[in-house]
């Protein structure tokens, strides 16, 4: 090699460590975009490196990108096929994807690269768990043509209170203010909901949301205001501080919340109780459209099946599951906003009518519109693009202002993302991203958001606010125990 040459790589591979230490440090300090960025500077000056790649892939990780994260730790793997950590972050996020079979793969691997590792000993041994697990629910599920709805051979008159019972009570069958005023109460002071009442409200919903078309259409009177929250994520106590915020929702305070109500946060119960209640008390009060957390997939795995299972049983995991293929995919306001959690499509031409025309009542599909209305993610590059999380796509501007067009509509609000200011503008303003769980799982530092719009120009006005304190309880603490190794 020349001599000038051999200096050149030198300097390469010096400034690389350093953007590789700078990335490190944004990693701890829970910036992970910021890490990302200075890993790619990294990788840019001297590419063969495994580490990179492999520590950008679990920065990746840590955004949900799981797509992503995939690409990198196989780019690590493929650099040094005997480098673990590679196997070891793929593996991870395969995990994150509860596609359990490829993460086993990749942990037997670790293994094998690694047999004296205790750490990757147990992690494996929980993988084979897993997978034998879902092996089992394989062999002894019911086609979906076949299945009984748990609901329809539920009657919650049937279901006895204990006169010991202290909580908040439904007279009769109507859900009414007072009764969702001293649940909150309740839930405030960690205090569940009897089993009846809870039963009342989630099989009151389904009838509710069963009527509705996938797509619904909303009409805000001139003079008056709506609000649209994004994920919430099982954070109750951010949730109570959005109406102490805005408001309690009412007829005259409207409020959509657009997805992933459930999952990562420790009290997801709580909140989904809360939004079924004030839909119950008032329908017009209270939006609710589904987000890809909205599953069972998700649910088995960021662990709101795990808490319904420890606050109440296991007939309810199959009830809310049912109730969950109800929700609605989007909405529009004054036919100018369209609202929808995740994002837009992979071919052009889409029309409000085809979305009306989905058949939601199922699991959300791997492919197609219901897909991506529920997993896609805008890009700042125009067209189309792989997803960063490995479902769904990346869409442009160009998209958006195509589909805006189409449609005759003014605004794309969607959820999805976190972001550290609580929303992002994008697309040269036709794109709002709003996300309402602050400091996310405890860890991420954003901030969270709602968007106001009054009539009739519906101009968006967004409200953001910080996290506020809540009991001891985990992120992730009713989550299938081996996510919780990687969390």
């Not at 209170?161 to 009570?169: C, I, L, P």
């Not at 969607?414 to 697309?427: A, C, M, N, P, T």
């Amino acid at each position: 090699m020349p001599p000038i040459m051999a200096t050149e790589n030198s300097t390469n591979t010096s400034r690389a460590e350093e953007f590789k230490v700078q990335a490190n440090e944004a990693f701890k300090a829970h910036k992970y975009s910021q890490a990302i960025d200075l890993y790619t500077q990294a990788i840019e000056l001297t590419n063969d490196n495994a580490v990179y790649w492999a520590n950008r892939a679990f920065a990746h990780t840590k955004l949900e990108e799981y797509g992503s994260a995939i690409q990198d730790a196989t780019s690590a793997i493929e650099i040094d096929p005997k480098y673990s950590k590679g196997y070891y972050r793929r593996g991870a996020a395969y995990l994150a994807m509860g596609k359990f079979k490829e993460a086993l793969k990749d942990f037997q691997q670790v293994k094998k690269l690694c047999p004296n590792d205790p750490d990757a000993t147990k992690k494996l041994k929980e993988c084979e768990k897993a997978v034998m697990k879902l092996k089992f629910e394989e062999a002894i599920s019911v086609p979906e043509s076949e299945r009984c709805s748990v609901a329809d051979s539920i009657d919650y008159h049937t279901i006895e209170v204990d006169s010991q019972y202290s909580g908040a009570r439904i007279e009769g069958d109507v859900v009414t203010l007072d009764f969702v005023k001293k649940m909150l109460d309740d839930f405030k002071n960690q205090k569940f909901l009897h089993k009846r009442y809870a039963c009342q409200i989630v099989l009151q919903i389904r009838d509710l949301l069963r009527e509705l078309p996938s797509l619904v259409d909303i009409h805000v009177p001139d003079g008056k205001h709506f609000t649209v929250c994004g994920d919430v994520h099982g954070q109750f106590y951010d949730l109570i501080n959005i109406f102490e915020l805005n408001g309690l929702p009412s007829e005259d305070n409207p409020y959509l919340f657009n997805g992933d109500f459930v999952d990562r946060g420790s009290f997801s119960l709580e909140v989904i109780l809360t939004l079924f209640a004030f839909k119950c008390m008032c329908p017009s009060a209270i939006y609710l459209s589904r987000g890809n957390h909205e599953s069972k997939s998700m649910n088995k795995i960021y662990g709101f099946e795990g808490e319904v299972r420890s606050k109440l049983n296991d007939t309810f995991v199959e009830l809310f599951a049912e109730v969950f293929c109800c929700l609605p995919l989007a909405h529009v306001i004054n036919n100018k906003v369209f609202v929808v959690h995740g994002g837009l499509f992979s071919v052009d031409g889409v029309k409000l009518s085809d979305i009306r025309a989905i058949d939601r009542f199922c699991e959300p599909p791997e492919e197609g519109l219901m897909c991506e209305l529920l997993w896609s993610d805008p890009q700042p590059q125009l067209g189309r693009g792989p997803s960063k999380r490995g479902v769904g796509l990346s869409f442009g501007g160009d998209v958006t202002k195509r589909f805006l067009q189409d449609n005759n509509l003014d605004l794309v609000v969607r959820s999805h993302e976190v972001k550290d200011e609580g929303y992002e503008i994008e697309h040269d303003g036709k794109l709002i991203t709003v996300f309402s769980a602050p400091n996310y799982c405890d860890q991420m530092g954003n901030k969270g958001a709602f968007i106001r719009f009054e009539a009739p120009d519906l101009k968006p006005n967004i409200a953001t606010f910080s996290a506020v304190p809540h009991p001891d309880v985990k992120p992730m603490a009713y989550a299938n125990n081996f996510l919780r190794m990687f969390s």
